[in-house]
């Protein structure tokens, strides 16, 4: 088996894969349908309301995030799994029922994305660290960079299926259709051999939810991958913004929109897998990435025709998958298996604990000023980015020149990183 999808070896990996590549699907499915039902059946075409919808699902991962991840390395996340997934498959089925009944208004809605947010509080860091008990250490980046590739995979079936059906047979099956898909991963994980799963470590002493921010806190490396990961996220991966006001500045419609969003998933799911082909995470490649997502975004700005701004998306969605897997990758890899859940928790929150605050700032800008100075923004807070990660590299002396060449640089990343082991005597916090 190539190198790309060297993990897809282990038995327990490839049949997660194929469950949660199904489950994915089904997964964008419902975010599409979700979105055009508030949008065009609950409301007369109110944004705000779905921006409301939104906020209520992003909210729970980032207030929770405490919370979330010390379940996720208390517990057994297997038998996590199987009840986020069996949760998340009823609140399908049940707002697929009152939308082909005639049932739903707006406040059940709500009540919906707020209670579907609770539950992916705890799966989402439940998913990300199974990963590292599917694998052993040496598959886990090229694990989590197919796990990014599945994702993006579905993102360019989930929408365009959705749309079908919604059309063909209405809204409601969409939801009813993607409960079925939640069975997949269901059967997935019940079918896997728990022998074969990596042990887990456990940590000294009582298990405590501030151990996650003190282990950060010990580890600067760590700290400015999330620094990156929260400005890339806030205000360069507003997508929806970017990709719908680009379309209609362009003078295209849905179509044109829906165009788009495949363009830029052709990009990601290309970034994935070459991110599975690299042996390991690495600082480099992150910064090399978001570097790349301002340059592309700086042209995708200045472009003249819809087709030239298409071409410019598969770049800005290679380099933003480039730096989400690599970063993933990174934080497994390197974090002390112990608190591994807690801290892939305080990732996740970072991750979409931006949008709430990006997505307005963006939204404002491209209603006040037009797309293009909106991804302009995006673009300057990616150059943020990057140069906050090369000064740190440079002041903490891991970028050194080689000593066969008089101008070039290399990057040192075997220097030992600090880790943190509380004592059993620790008070609790």
Same mark, same amino acid.
């Not at 040496?138 to 694990?143: D, F, G, L, V």
């Given at each position: ?6 993990? /897809?070896?282990?038995?327990? &990996? ?19 349908? @979700? ?63 009152? /939308?082909?009944?005639? @049932?739903?208004?707006?406040? /059940?809605? &709500? ?31 090229? $694990? ?70 003190? &282990? ?43 165009? /788009? ?9 290309? %970034? ?23 340059? $592309? ?32 990758? &990174?934080? @497994? ?29 963006? %939204? ?11 991804? @302009? ?53």
């Amino acid at each position: 088996m190539s190198s790309t999808f060297r993990s /897809l070896s282990i038995f327990n &990996y490839r049949v997660w894969f194929i469950g949660a590549l199904v489950s994915n699907i089904g997964t964008w499915m419902q975010a599409t349908a @979700q979105n055009w039902v508030v949008l065009t059946e609950l409301t007369e075409g109110d944004a705000a309301a779905v921006g409301i919808t939104m906020a209520l699902q992003f909210a729970p991962p980032l207030v929770l995030v405490g919370v979330t991840g010390w379940v996720t390395d208390r517990f057994d996340r297997r038998t996590l799994l199987f009840l986020t997934q069996t949760g998340q498959l009823a609140l399908a089925v049940g707002i697929g029922a009152l /939308l082909v009944t005639g @049932q739903m208004t707006l406040p /059940l809605m &709500y009540a919906f994305a707020l209670t579907l947010g609770l539950v992916a509080a705890f799966d989402n860091p439940a998913r990300q660290s199974f990963v590292s008990d599917l694998v052993d250490r040496e598959h886990t980046s090229n $694990a989590v960079a197919l796990n990014s590739a599945s994702f993006n995979a579905a993102r360019m079936i989930g929408p365009a299926v959705a749309g079908l059906l919604a059309v063909a047979i209405g809204t409601g099956w969409v939801f009813l259709v993607n409960g079925v898909t939640f069975l997949a991963m269901i059967v997935a994980l019940a079918v896997m051999r728990p022998g074969e799963l990596t042990p887990r470590a456990s940590m000294a002493g009582r298990s405590r939810l501030a151990d996650g921010f003190r &282990y950060v806190r010990t580890r600067p490396d760590l700290v400015i991958v999330f620094t990156v990961v929260f400005l890339l996220g806030a205000f360069g991966m507003n997508f929806p913004i970017f990709a719908s006001t680009m379309a209609l500045e362009f003078g295209t419609g849905a179509d044109g929109f829906g165009v /788009l969003s495949s363009v830029l998933a052709i990009g990601s799911l290309t %970034g994935a897998l070459l991110a599975a082909r690299r042996d390991r995470a690495r600082v480099r490649v992150i910064i090399a990435g978001t570097l790349l997502f301002a340059i $592309a975004a700086t042209i995708s700005s200045l472009m003249p025709l819809y087709w030239l701004y298409a071409v410019t998306l598969m770049f800005t969605g290679f380099a933003v998958v480039t730096v989400l897997s690599t970063a993933n990758g &990174y934080v @497994q890899t390197t974090t002390e298996p112990a608190v591994r859940g807690r801290v892939l928790a305080i990732y996740v929150a970072i991750l979409m604990g931006g949008t709430p605050i990006g997505a307005p700032i963006i %939204g404002w800008v491209a209603a006040e000023l037009g797309p293009r100075a909106a991804i @302009q923004v995006g673009a300057i807070a990616a150059f943020v980015a990057s140069a906050i990660a090369i000064v740190w590299l440079v002041a903490s002396g891991r970028l050194r020149r080689t000593p066969d060449a008089r101008f070039r640089l290399a990057l040192d990343e075997t220097r030992p990183l600090s880790t943190v082991r509380p004592a059993p005597d620790t008070p609790e916090p």
